[in-house]
Nanobody, 121 residues
Framework: VQLQASGGGLVQAGGSLRLSCAAS????????MAWFRQAPGKQRERVAT???????NYQDSVKGRFTIFRDNAKNTVYLQMSSLKPEDTAVYFC????????????????WGQGTLVTVSS
């Protein structure tokens, strides 16, 4: 399975964007799907995760503003981002793994290419 991220762009602060991560095959066997981001000069950080079962999990800085959801029928996971801030500017990556423990180990075997999100003030 390969992952393809899209949906990034330039948006003003307070605006919204929806990122998509389309898989080349079925995602039903992927226990954990996640979005990461990497801002210039900073380490990559996990933004949100969603499992096949269980509630989504978010980084504190995006709680209440971002929503991760998956559509198994479309083999796609999304990241709906609202109330965007300049500090959300980063390259966003999607990742996935069939191992539930990936959530705890923060290691993922499948990665999509990044999509750039730029939030202007």
């Amino acid at each position: 399975v390969q992952l393809q991220a899209s949906g990034g762009g330039l948006v003003q602060a307070g605006g919204s964007l929806r990122l998509s991560c389309a898989a080349s095959g079925s995602i039903s066997s992927l226990a954990i799907m996640a979005w990461f981001r990497q801002a210039p000069g900073k380490q990559r950080e996990r933004v949100a995760t969603i499992a096949t079962a269980g509630a989504p999990n978010y980084q504190d800085s995006v709680k209440g503003r971002f929503t991760i959801f998956r559509d198994n029928a479309k083999n796609t996971v999304y990241l709906q981002m609202s109330s965007l801030k300049p500090e959300d500017t980063a390259v966003y990556f999607c990742a996935a793994d069939s191992r539930p423990m990936s959530y705890l180990t923060n290691t993922y075997t499948l990665w999509g290419q990044g999509t750039l999100v730029t939030v202007s003030s």
